[in-house]
């Protein structure tokens, strides 16, 4: 990298921290700390929901994959992108008429304080190893691209993060993450066809490929496997606690949905543009072995980028993939403050409880740095994901949207289940490879986290004794009026940052444009198109916003 990769990067990431910041007023009291108010755009949340979740493994996880394997990386990824559209269709809707902020609150209303403490505590715990695992890839990527020492970088970045996220809260999350979701949507256009000249075409890299590079399933990615992960997903992204806050958080069930549904689009077309330049690298160089191929992401950026492009690619990598850590952190204050701390203590005001809050947020954060520095001796970051993924979805989160949908489960029922299959899951992970010499492949163990929790909860719903318990569904008007108004504010509010952010980022590609030779053009009509976007926004949207609000003082 180059002096001005450098300062292209201290550049984008003010910009980022400007952004995240400036929310820092706003944030003032519960609802607008963790829901943004409750009624932001779908569209945002959407984009949010899928950075959220894509960032995490994309560059790292999924690059890895797609460097060893190929083509597979891209069929693993459709696994999301059809949990997108059966979450849209029928989950998020659910969530939204919970009438709740978090999944603890829907908790509480249904089965209870005592259960929803159990669940707590239990989440609680095991986002740390989440978190921690989404904040080790940030610092690979500065890690890999500079030479920073990784665990100085996870010190670095987990605290930058941290501060942003305890200042801004929620609006801060879902407006970095759209920055980021056009910046990296710009880089890569310019990744793709400068990874395939460098292999001298595709027709080379398609014959200089190796055998079963473009098989749709390979080596421990089977069809199974792939069928595993996809109601994997439907339950991950359908009921973690941080991306429900996505679907409860816009102003009606419709819209709810289409959080979903633009979710399962992104996914069917991102993976093709995402996993094509770390494909390309396994022909450029074959010789990563092990862990070094968590790196294979960020090294066909550095051999193809122009300078200052590498540095504006690097930056949205990495606050892209610390999308997901922000909303972990933001999800698991709200889990504190909400659902721990305010039972305790009910009477305390709106200044307490955002102090809480924020103060819950630096905790948590500086939990996730120590949980990050313990990646590489759990065998490197696509083994902890899917480990995670696999003892943890389906018991956690399985039981929770089940209960959206059905009367019969109770407290106990949904605990009972949770409990024993993380018992089983951990056993046949940890222990029977030691004690037995059996150990579960990559597949049998996301059937076994997946089916054991479903199972049980489908048995007592087959022969448990009817119980009319209610299931809680929200009010045709949650907020008065006033609250509506002040809503919209926040929106006209967080879309006028987003204007002035993208007319910032539009601007800094055409600077770089002086340095790009072959890539001047495009650099500059990419900045020209985002420079509009954030013209469009700060005219056009926000007059319709201003519309809304004099509409409804003047019929209400």
Known sequence: MEQLDYITIIVFTLIILVAGLSFGNKGTDMKSFFAAGGSVPWSINGLS???????????????????????????????????????????????????????????????????????????????????GAFLYPVAKILNVTTGFDINYAILLLGGMIMIYTAVGGLWAVVVTDVLQFVILTAAVLLVIPLSIKEANGLDNFIDQAPEQFFNIFSGEYTFAFIIAFTFYNIVFIGGNWAYVQRYTSVKNSKSSGKVGYLFGALYLISPFIWMLPPMIYRVLNPDLLGLEAEGAYLMICKQVLPVGVLGLMLGGMIFATASSVNTSLNLAAAVLTNDVYKPLRPNSSDKTLMKVARLATTIFGIGTILVAFMVPMAGGIVEVVLSIAAITGGALYGPAIWALFSKKQTGKSILGVTAISLVINVFFKFISPKVLDFALNRTEELILGIGIPFTLLLLYEIFAQKKDVPIPTRKASVFDKSEEIDDNGQNEYGIKVLGFSFIAIGLLFCVLSIWGGNSTIYLIIIGALIIGLGVFLNRYVINKFKKNISYSTTTH
């Open 49 to 131: 929901l899928f950075m959220s979740f894509f960032s995490a493994g994309t560059f790292v996880v999924w690059g890895s994959i797609a460097y060893m394997y190929g083509l597979v990386a891209i069929t693993i990824q459709m696994a999301m992108c059809i949990a997108g559209f059966v979450i849209g269709y029928f989950i998020a809707p659910r969530w939204w008429n919970s009438k709740v902020l978090t999944v603890a609150e829907f908790l509480t209303n249904r089965f209870g304080k005592r259960i929803q403490q159990y669940y707590t505590y239990i989440f609680l715990f095991l986002s740390l190893g989440y978190t």
